[in-house]
């Protein structure tokens, strides 16, 4: 069965087909065509995770996102970083890292950060003589941030395969993200002073920090909320989720007055499309996920991993080299729930923890939202910026460095991620 899925997969998307419809059809083309099992459970296998309770905390998290990121909340924050970063040098490109990390407490999603960020700091960068070329590219890699800082939708998505804690997930990505922040912005910092990127001319003072401070704290307390939720036990991850669209309602209507209903109905509506792509992606893979189980072949992976690798520290490296040329190709989403059993069983083998393995895969397929040929982010930040994926990726390089060291130190380190 696992033969003909591999084949029909790489045929369908070599044929430019969505990625859902290409796991459903080869899976579904596998369990028909090949194995035992009667046709009902294809159908079974492809409704099994909506009933999962869980499950609703993606679409809550996201709602949350958009509502806070679609009204004022979103220039307070820019201007928060602004004010923080802006004078120094590289500064515009230090605020986009910054508002990433902001903006990622509240979004949970790449994609959306680097629309959202993209469509007012690159104009801005552009206007004050930034090469078009390196704002892409900083908002491309620094909106992939939002992966790891909570709530982050790709490590709920491996909670759900790994049976792994959320609230443990949530903790563990804070570090990362924080360290993946702090590289980019010496990357900005250092662009800017060698390559005489204009400084940002604006006054500095305690008193309009802590005025822009108070401004943006709605959204910099969000993802501070989520976290102690979690780890007190006062809340599950889907009773935070909705915990998390009511704090964004409150935000909009009552400290920013800006909540409209077509604001609303926009975020809904935006809502329901990604929660829909998302879904059709984890239905198909749960399919995918059956057949290989059924064949027994992420222990059959583990056993070879094993044999074929003399030590663990080897392994690991595979397991990364194997991330990072499957986030090239596959989206995010899609490649953790595809891969996520398979790894998580060559994890347990040589005695990693599922933890550190979580952050350590959602870190490696990041990278990928911004790595050609098929990096969505990159791609966002090329529409936005007009300009050539070739020129953003030349400007990439010291950034893809952060992101690789980053990657290094959790794999090998578990104090990275385990505290």
Known sequence: MTSLMIVLFALLMLLAFPVGYALIISAGAAVLFVGDAPAVIAVLKLFQPTQSFP???????ILSGSLMMSGTLGKKLVDFAAYLVGRFHGGLGQVTVVGSTVFGGVSGSAVAEASALGSMLIP????????????????????????????????????LVSNSSIASL??????????????????????????????????????GLLKALLFAAPALAMPLFIVVLLRAGIATPTEVSVIAVAYALVVSLCIYRDLTVKRVIGALVGTALTTGIVMLVIVASNLVGHVLITEQVPNQIASYAQQAFSSPWMIILAMNILLLCIGMFLDLPAAILLLGPTLVAVGNSIGMDPIQLGIMIAVNLSIGLFTPPIGTTLFVAAAISKEKIGRIVRELWPFYLVAITVLLLISYVPAFTIY
């Open 55 to 61: 499950m609703l905390a993606i679409p809550f998290f």
């Open 124 to 159: 801005w960068q552009k206007r004050e003589g930034y090469p078009g070329a390196f704002s892409a590219a900083v908002t491309a890699s620094s909106s992939v941030i939002a992966g790891l800082i909570p709530p982050s939708i790709p490590l709920i998505l491996y909670a």
């Open 170 to 207: 949530f903790v563990a990505g804070i570090l990362p993200g924080v360290m993946l922040a702090g590289g980019m912005m010496m990357v900005c910092y250092f662009s800017g002073r060698f390559r005489g990127f204009p400084l940002l001319k604006e006054s500095f003072s305690v008193r």
